[in-house]
């Protein structure tokens, strides 16, 4: 199996199925309620492709350069760009097509009710904490070059500054929104931790044992494959349900009504004689 045949099996026809299901739920007049319609919801969909081209390029052509993953030249077709073949370019698309879309099929299916008292900052705070701990441990593992834990290192410490930027503003309203988080998270994460499994059994591409903890799930899939997953579908999960959330225009009302007020604080007394 080729790469793109990997991405015509496992990521076109479950976007053809849900963009059929898209199609089916708008002839039914099923739409995102009020309460996730802050924005249109294919628009920060699309926001979010954009934000992964932009972030995943140069992280993924650093792990292709320093050989912790490469790709058979045989299945690929050969189209390259930096040290990255055309297909992973279109992975970086495709995943988060599929979660985000996998996300919107179920938030047409919540009630129109925003819950009341769900500001917990507390929460927040706490989160990104624990995990501005781990971003600095995954950061003195790459400063101290500990070859076993070189691939988890990297993933974390270039996915968690974009979630401990979303765990900061809106932790708690991730909380609060929990059921559609992990509902919209977890299925998408197993099933493409089972098609990465089939490509690196097929040798679509491999992962540098020297460069890993070689925890391996199911005998064949690294366990940091598995974190990638997790965590890349965490970034789309998290980041669209804040988009569309109300809660969080309300807290950016808050937010701006806070910095104003600052600005005001800081003006000069004049006293009149």
Request: glycine share 6%.
């Amino acid at each position: 199996m080729t790469y793109f045949g990997f991405l015509s099996l496992f990521l076109a026809i479950p976007i053809v199925i849900l963009l059929g299901l898209t199609w089916r739920d708008a002839r039914l007049g099923r739409q995102v309620p009020r309460c996730f319609a802050s924005y249109p919801p294919y628009a920060i969909l699309a926001l979010h492709l954009a934000m992964a081209l932009v972030y995943t390029t140069p992280w993924d052509n650093y792990l292709v350069a320093t050989s912790v993953w490469w790709y058979d030249q045989a299945k690929v077709t050969g189209i390259v760009f930096g040290y990255v073949p055309i297909e992973e370019y279109t992975f970086f698309l495709v995943q988060p097509i599929m979660t985000g879309l996998w996300l919107l099929f179920w938030l047409r299916r919540q009630p129109d009710t925003v819950q009341k008292g769900w500001e917990n900052g507390r929460f927040r705070y706490t989160a990104l904490t624990i995990l501005g701990i781990i971003w600095v441990i995954m950061v003195a593992i790459l400063v101290t070059s500990w070859a076993p834990g070189t691939y988890m290192a990297l993933i974390l410490a270039w996915a968690l500054l974009p979630i401990m930027l979303q765990v900061g503003f809106g932790g708690d309203i991730l909380w609060q929104h929990r059921k559609i988080v992990l509902l919209g998270l977890v299925p998408p994460t197993l099933f493409l931790a089972a098609a990465d499994a089939l490509a690196i059994y097929d040798g679509i591409w491999t992962i540098d044992p020297a460069q890993t903890l070689n925890w391996y799930l199911g005998g064949i899939l690294p366990f940091e494959e598995f974190l990638f997953f997790l965590i890349t579908n965490v970034l789309v999960t998290f980041g669209m349900t804040l988009f569309l959330a109300t809660e969080s225009q309300e807290r950016l009302a808050q937010m701006k009504t806070a910095v104003s007020q600052w600005r005001i604080n800081r003006l000069p007394v004049t006293s009149e004689k």
